[in-house]
Structure formats: C-alpha cells, structure tokens
C-alpha cells in the first residue's frame, strides 16, 4: 500500500470518526467534551508546528488562540447588531485572519533569534500581552471577559447553532480541515526544510536556506491556525477572557503536545484528546487533579519524552511479523507492579490532599473507589504506602526483563532487515 | 503586616499584585521625598530579584539549563522560613530554611534533572517546567491558597529612621543587609576561592571545564543545590514583607527571566545591573504614577485610548517585558552577555 | 581569467589572538585545490570564513568575481559556493533521502513554497535519488541519518555539499577518521564530484593530497608559506621543515 493511499485512508477513517462520534457516545457531557477537544486538537497541532516540526519551544503560544478568539467574539457581536449578512461557519476565517496578523506582528520579533532566546521572547511577549488585558477593557472586556451569542448571526442553511451537537459539527468540519491542511504542509518543501532547521539549523542555511525565514514563516502559519482554534472556542463557551491568553492556557497546549508526542504527526491529537478527557473528567473525581496533571508531565519527560505517540511508533518495528506478541509476557508481568505503584500513588496523593485541604471542613473520611476510608487512621496510609513503594520496588526488579524481551524481540527483525 | 510597616500616613504602603514594594503619594508629596524611598525599595527589590538571579545564571552557566523552578525555591524559602519561624523562631528558620530548600534542589537534581540530562536541553527545561507546576500545587496542598501570615520578628520591628515625615522600617534595611551581604560573599568566593575560579571559567566554557577533569555531576549537584539556597535565603527575608503565597513563585517567575535575559544569559554583572533597573523602574514607575495623559494632554493621549488614560502603576508590570523584548529585539545578548543558548 | 576564490590579505582575530593573519590566495576555476598544514594553523577557520559561518577582522573575499565578505552563509550558498564540514553535520532525524533532498530544493527553485507536495516534484527527487545512488547509499536510503556508521555519515556529508549542484566545492577532511578501503572510495567519489567543478580540499593524509591535487597551498600559523604544484611542495624546504618532515610519503 503507497504511502498515499495509507494517509488517504486515515483521513477518511478519521472524517468517518467525527461524522459518527457523537451518535455512538450521545451524553450532553460527551458532546462538550468532543467539541472542546475538536478545539484544542486544532491548538495542539499548531502548536507542534513549531516546537515538533521546527524545534521552537513557545511558552507563550495562547497569545494567538486568545487574540484571534477575541477578535472574532467582537466581530460576532458587530455582525449581530449591524445585521450583517455573514453567517457563523465563516468566524473561524476571522480568527485565521487575526492570527496570521499578530503572528506576523510579534513573529518579527520572535523569530529573530532561536533556541533559549526564542523560548524567553515568547515568554516576555505571553507576559506582555496578558498584562496589557487587564489594562485594554474595551477589548478584552477586563474581569469578566467578552460574551457572545451564536444565534444572533444570520442563519446558515437553516442552522442557526444554537445546540451542541451543531456547534460540534462546526467545530468537527473546521478541525478536520485544519488536520488535512496542517498534514499537507508538512508534505512540502517549506516543510521539509522546518524538519531540517529543527535537526540542524547551520546546515539548513549552507543548503541555501535562511533559517531565520523558515522560522518566521512556520509562525506565521502556525498561529494563523491557532487563531482558527480561538475562534471556535469563541463560538463553542459564547465567552472569551483573559484566561485565554494566560500563562495558563499557553501552558496546557504545551502540555498537550507534549505529552501526546513532539516527534510524530498525531501526537498531538492523542494529547489533546487524552487531556482534554482527563481534565473534564478528573476534575469531578478529584481536587487533586492538576496535581496529577504535573506529575504526568514530569513522569512523560523524564521516562518518554516522545509522548504517547513516541511510545506506540517504538513498537512499529514490531508489528512486521508479529514480533510483538514476544513483549506481551514482559509487559504483562510489569503490568502488576506499575498497577500497584500508581494505585498506591494515587491513594496518598488523595489522602494528603483530603487531610490537608477538605478535612478541616468535612471530617477525616471519604471515599474512593466506592470504599470509604478514614483519613485519620494509619491504615489507609500504610496500606498506600506498602503499595507504593512494593510496586516501585517490583517495577525495578521487572525492568530487566523487559529490556531482555525487547532485545529478543528486535534481534530477530536485524536478521531479516540486512540485505 | 502592613500596620507594621507604615507609620505615618504621608506616604501608604501597599503590596501590589506583583508582590512590589509600592509607595502611593498622597496629598503631602515631596519629590525628594519620593526619590528617597523609591531609590531605596527600588534597590531592595533590586537586590531581591539579583539574589535569586544569580543563582540562575550560575546554574544556567554551568548546566545549560534555564531553572524555571527557581522562583519555586524562592517560594519553598518562603514557606519553610513560615512553618520555621512559626514553632522555633525567625533566627533559626533564618539559617536552617536556606540549607533546607538547598538539599532539596540538590535532590532534585541528582534524582530528577540528571536523569533528564541525556535528552537535552528542552527536556530539561520542561523538567523545570513541569517541577514548577507541581511545586506550586504541592504548596496549595500543604498551606492552602489564601497567604500565610509569616511575620517579621519583632527583633526587627522597629523604625529605622524618619525622613521628611516618614518612617522606613529597620526590618528592610535587615534585607538589604543580607542581600548585601550575600552578593560580597559570592564575589569573595568568585574571585578569591578555587572553587569560585572553576565556576568563572564554566560560566563561559562549561565543556572546557568537564573536559579539565573536574568531577562534573557533583559540580552540578553542588551548583544546582547552592543556586536554589540562595534562592529560599531571597524567600526566606522576603516572606514577611512581601505576601507569602502559593502565587509567588509564579509571579516572579517571568521577571527573573526578564532579569536575565536583559542583563546578558550567563553573566552576573549583567544580571545584577539588570536587577537593579528592573528594581528601579518598577518601583519609580508605580511611584510616580501618572499617565500619559496627565503628561501629553488629554487630546494627545486619547489615540491612544485607554492606554493613554491608564496610570502608570497599572501599566508598571508590563514594563519589565516590554524592556525585555526591546533587549532582546536590538541586542539579542543581552546588554553585558555574549551568549545566546 | 577571473579567480573562482580570491582572498586579499584576510586576517581574523578571535579577541587578542590572530589566528589568520594575512591571507592572500586565488583558486583557479576548475582546479583541485588542496589545503595542507599542521594542527592549529587555521585551515578550518579560513573555511568558516570563506563560507561565511564567522566574519573575517580584515581583508576581502570574492567568489567568481563578487564580494561576499560581508553575505550570510545561505545568501553564500545561493551564489555556487557549497561546503562540508569536519565534525559530521547532517540533519539527523531524516532520512538519507530526505537529507540529500533538502540540499536539492534551494537550487532547483523551490524556496519556501507551502503550496507543492515535495513527493511530486520529478526534478528533485530525481536529483536526490541520482546523489544518493552517487554515493552509494541507495541501500539505506531510508534509514535515519542519526543512526548510519560514520563512513555512510561522511559519504551523506559530501551528499548533501554536492546535491545543490554548487560550482565551488569546499571538502573540510572529508577522509578523517577513515580505514584505507574507505579513504579509497572517498576519493574516488571525491574525483568524480569534482569534475567540471572547484574543489577546495583540506586534508591530513599525503596520499589522498597527491594523489587528488592539482596544486597545494600550505598554512602555518595563519600564513600560507608556499603555494605550488605538488612535486614543487614535496620539494620545497620550507615545507618540509614546517609540515612534512624528512620522511618521503608515498
């Protein structure tokens, strides 16, 4: 099968996953989480424009999404109350556009210069911005933000989406453009080269190439797709404040990108879903939850730095005569131990954080996993602690032996690759 | 804490959301009288930024790698000195919170930046990232959002002197002491010490230095361990002035890099310059506190809308980042640096 | 006839340290230049400074006739001269074909185009697929360049320095490191490149040198001393005693 005809049909299998979604998964809460990870899948992909394709590490990426979303709140409310003929589907335009302006705008300045530089003018400028939010009320609408209404805009073949499920169509239609486009970049020269100044950037300018350029244009298109992102998030909350703009939201792209995977087109979906399903649902399940959020990130950059995605493409090797089913007793066998540390993890984390922050208020005991326990007694933490530590130790003794599997497994594949 | 610290009502003291030292005129304004404390707290933020920015650039230095959890050790100090000075005393959390949050960055980094190491210098700066975030939800955890009320001794809690009217409080001349005096302990063990000798020379040729044979990764052990001491010292003096709140570390955050970039990556006489200026103008700036109108005309200033409207302590924290990209738009370096990665 | 490289008293200070101090040479257009000297004498810096990577204290250099003292490496590039390097520079996560091909797309044109598919332009990956048969790693045309032995990584080296087509050839030890087998298929691919074209070559094994050049200038201490057909360097007393040493060398 040619590589074309492969990528084809991924993009027909995931057109086919966004038509169907939300007939198979029907929830009100299913539905707002599909729509904002369709969202965040757009944000998480530019992002990875820069710092996957290109080698930019932005810490200050949520200027564009916010920006371009508060642009295109304003021009929702100027179309509504001028009566404009400009019906919704055609807002994420506006964000494109406002997007691409201020990534040209702050993209000369930022791109001057790469590396560590760039990562601290993409601070300074995140900084900036946001201070100049609770400064600038008209526009950013200071504490309380910039509200919109969806359906105040003329009708669009009779939608005027005003319920989720057609905003999550909005927003599926949009996302899936901006994936295929975003793909199809990375297919040309231009982006052939932004791999290239993120491997080597010296080399890329003695093949004639100006890095400074490549870097500028990678920018300017990645927060033109950003904008895209903040639009949709404009239509989708009917709300847009300074949050959005914030250290915060340019943290969370980050984390994202960065644990779904830099080095692989998709990992950044993976991310963006994976967080987006675990910030919605972990935040009813427990207070701790951002907590975890770091702990994760730490844990995929200290032992995975290529993501989730770099984690799953180690194993593609193997899929050729299904090698892999030689991993499943190793992997199987350290399963118990990773178990009992995360479980044994995830219990002290959830006493501490019940003991220290709601206890005073609510008593010493609560509940978990539908077993209640008692904060105060020494059981619970005994219990969490022989589980933490004896899974710690046993994933140390099990280690080995995947490392044997793997060699195992991938000495056989040297045989048959050598011509 | 504020009661404390301002005893006359010419001039009211505040604490802005960035944690500053402000000093609002009120109606008997002298302008010697504002230069005074404004130079003086000016500097004193100065020197607070400068202890934590120098451990920065000495770990930035020598590791390669920009410690976005610096600000947190200064945060942990913070705290550590609170929890200290609350059962003991100030004195003893004074010595022992420094050494405290010291040995924990040393931790970190042989347990947790090392392992980092072999992939990079992204890597490890996402590490540092990531150890912020969490420190930050660990102190909300351990202490609760709403600040502590980490108090200043009242060894200390006198009036140091009167100047046209106002008191300045003896406690800020206490930390404008230990800065001092940190800062000369520092040039004395640069200059004067072996171990201050190889830390020059692995400010601008770190591989040079490994390459010389000196045991590295305890180095950076060391490097990195001293590097966030200094910073809990900055923690520790300033707690009871400033707010001791899990936010702080997150609000100075940003200004330390701004400190370090302006000044020149890997160079503390540039980062101490840049301290004090970025010192300076914030604290002049939300001093002065005019706006552009009340300067260019109301007719002037209104193209500019409501920027030319907002006075001038509401736009002084965007300053330091505004100073920064201008820096880094025009001399890249820094103004004493001559690295850029 | 105009002078594919001049150099007019260049000189370089890198602070106090003069490390070239005074360089005057012209490479003939279609000559096989070698570049000799001992350690330290400035060979790769006077490189770095004809390619652009540092700017020189003082002096001019011309390339075909125009002065491009003062251009950065790409606008460098862009007017035919192309280089390799000592410490192996290639684009590591890419593969072999991807690497040659990134040194294709420039000089056929393409610049920063976002709107055509790299697949489908005929003309490079031809081009791409000629120089990665040329230097005989078709093979492993799809292995990541990260991961090749070091000859395949030197053999990509030159690759990439030839896949844009430049006229002026600039080769920084391309044998270093190298078994005798492999110095021998360097060179041949070496002569082969540089047909019809410049070639700039430092070098530390005699062999290769006179075997390959067509004339030889020596560096020492930031100077050339002698710059000469081989037999006339081999005979040359100076260069013995700078350089070469009494020993006779194949």
Redesign the interface.
């Known amino acids: 099968m040619t590589e074309s005809l492969r990528i084809s049909l991924a993009f027909l299998a995931l057109a086919v996953l966004f038509v169907v979604a939300p007939h198979v998964i029907s929830s009100g809460v299913a539905l707002t989480m599909m729509s904002l990870m369709g969202v965040m899948i757009i944000f998480a992909l530019s992002y990875n424009m820069l710092l996957g394709q290109t080698g930019l590490l932005s810490f200050g990426h949520a200027v564009y999404y916010g920006l371009a979303g508060f642009c295109a709140a304003h021009a929702m409310n100027l179309i509504a109350s001028n009566k404009l003929p400009i019906p919704l589907p055609v807002i994420p335009l506006v964000g494109a556009a406002a997007g691409l302006v201020f990534g040209i705008i702050f993209g000369a300045i930022s791109t001057r210069r790469a590396g560590t530089v760039f990562s601290m003018i993409s601070l300074g400028l995140g900084e900036l911005v946001a201070a100049f939010a609770l400064v600038l009320h008209t526009f950013f609408g200071g504490e309380e933000g910039i509200p919109t209404n969806r359906v105040k805009l003329a009708p669009f073949l009779g939608y005027k989406f005003g319920p989720q499920i057609q905003v999550y169509y909005l927003i599926a239609f949009w996302c899936f453009v901006c994936v295929v486009l975003m793909y199809a970049l990375t297919r040309t020269p231009f982006g052939r080269m932004c791999n290239a100044v993120r491997d080597n950037p010296e080399r890329a300018e003695f093949v004639g190439y100006s890095t400074q350029r490549i870097r500028f244009q990678t920018f300017v298109l990645s927060s033109m797709f950003s904008g895209v992102a903040g639009a949709l998030a404009a239509i989708n909350f009917e709300l847009m404040n300074s949050q959005s703009i914030g250290a915060g939201t340019s943290g969370q792209v980050l984390l994202m990108t960065f644990v779904g995977g830099v080095g692989h087109f998709a990992g950044p979906i993976i991310g963006a879903v994976l967080i987006t399903f675990l910030q919605i649902s972990l935040s009813d399940i427990t207070k701790a939850w951002m907590l975890y959020f770091g702990l994760l990130f730490i844990l995929v950059v200290m032992f995975s730095p290529g993501g989730i995605a770099g984690w799953l493409a180690l194993h593609q090797p193997l899929l050729r005569g299904g090698r892999i089913v030689r991993l499943i007793p190793a992997y199987a066998l350290a399963a118990i131990p990773l178990a009992a540390a995360l479980l044994g993890g995830i219990l002290l984390i959830e006493l501490a954080h019940h003991m220290l922050v709601e206890a005073r208020s609510g008593g010493s005991s609560f509940m978990m996993f539908r077993i209640t326990m008692d904060g105060a007694s020494v059981w619970p933490w005994l219990c969490a602690g022989v589980l933490f530590f004896g899974g710690a130790l046993g994933l140390r003794a099990v280690w080995p032996s995947i490392g044997n599997a793997w060699a195992l497994a991938t000495a056989d594949s040297a045989e048959k690759v050598t011509p | 804490m504020f009661a404390q610290l301002s005893k006359s009502t010419a001039v009211d003291f505040e604490c802005g959301t960035h944690g500053l030292l402000l000093v609002r005129p009120s109606r008997e304004f002298h302008m010697l009288q504002l230069i005074t404390f404004s130079t003086l707290n000016g500097v004193l933020y100065g020197m607070l930024l400068f202890m934590m920015a120098s451990g920065l650039t000495l770990i930035f230095s020598m590791m390669g790698v920009?410690n976005f959890a610096h600000a947190s050790f200064y945060m942990i100090g913070a705290y550590f000195g609170f929890e200290i000075s609350r059962r003991i005393g100030f004195w003893p959390g004074f010595v022992v919170a420094p050494l405290l949050v010291g040995a924990l960055g040393a931790l970190i980094e042989r347990y947790?930046l090392r392992?980092?190491h072999r992939?990079g210098?992204?890597?490890e700066?996402?590490?540092t990232?990531?150890?912020a975030?969490?420190i930050e939800?660990?102190v909300n955890?351990?202490w609760?959002k709403l600040p502590v009320d980490y108090r200043v001794p009242p060894s200390l809690d006198f009036v140091a002197f009167r100047l046209f009217d106002t008191t300045y409080p003896a406690y800020r001349i206490f930390m404008l002491l230990t800065a001092v005096a940190m800062f000369a302990f520092l040039l004395i063990v640069l200059k004067r010490t072996r171990v201050g000798l190889i830390i020059q020379a692995a400010l601008t040729h770190p591989n040079m230095v490994a390459m010389l044979g000196h045991d590295v990764p305890t180095v950076f052990m060391a490097v990195f361990g001293v590097g966030a001491a200094l910073a809990g010292l900055a923690g520790v003096i300033a707690g009871p002035a400033l707010v001791t709140q899990p936010s702080m570390a997150?609000l100075l955050g940003?200004i330390l890099?701004?400190v370090i970039?302006v000044g020149g990556?890997g160079s503390l006489g540039g980062a101490f310059a840049a301290s004090l200026l970025i010192g300076l103008v914030q604290t002049f700036a939300v001093a002065i506190n005019v706006s552009l109108a009340d300067v260019i005309g109301p007719f002037a200033a209104s193209a500019f809308?409501?920027?030319g409207r907002?006075p001038l302590a509401?736009?002084a924290?965007?300053l330091p980042?505004?100073m920064?990209?201008l820096v880094?738009?025009f001399k890249?370096t820094g103004l004493f640096g001559n690295r850029?990665? | 006839m105009t002078p594919a490289i001049s150099l007019k008293d260049v000189r370089k200070n890198f602070g106090v340290t003069a490390i070239i101090r005074g360089l005057t040479l012209d490479i003939r257009p279609g000559e096989r230049h070698a570049i000799i000297g001992p350690n330290g004498a400035g060979k790769s810096t006077m490189f770095h400074l004809i390619s652009g990577r540092i700017k020189i204290s003082s002096g001019s250099i011309e390339l075909k006739g125009e002065d491009i003292t003062r251009l950065e490496p790409y606008e460098i590039n862009r007017r035919g001269l192309s280089r390799s390097f000592q410490v192996t520079n290639i684009f590591p996560k890419l593969s072999v074909y991807e690497n040659i091909r990134c040194g294709v797309l420039w000089s056929l044109g393409y610049r920063y185009s976002f709107w055509r598919f790299v697949d489908r332009l005929n003309d490079a990956n031809e081009r791409a697929a000629e120089i990665v048969e040329l230097i005989g790693l078709s093979r492993r045309r799809d292995v990541p360049a990260g991961v090749l032995a070091y000859a395949e990584q030197r053999a990509l080296e030159i690759g990439i320095t030839i896949a844009g087509g430049a006229d002026v050839i600039m080769l920084d030890e391309p044998t270093a490191g190298m078994s005798h087998a492999e110095t021998d298929a360097a060179v041949a691919l070496i002569r082969k490149i540089s047909e019809g074209r410049t070639l700039i070559m430092v070098e530390h094994d005699m062999s290769v040198v006179f075997g390959l050049a067509d004339r030889i200038s020596v560096l020492v201490y930031g100077q050339i001393i002698a710059s000469d057909t081989p037999q006339a360097i081999r005979a040359n007393a100076a260069v013995r005693e700078a350089y070469l040493g009494e020993e006779a060398h194949a």
Do not use: K, R, S
């Open positions: 920009l947790g392992q980092v992939f210098h992204v890597a700066l996402l590490f990232f990531g150890l975030f969490v939800e660990l955890m351990f609760g997150a940003p890099f701004v970039v990556l809308g409501e920027l907002a509401q736009i924290p965007v980042y505004l920064l990209v880094l738009v890249p850029e990665t």
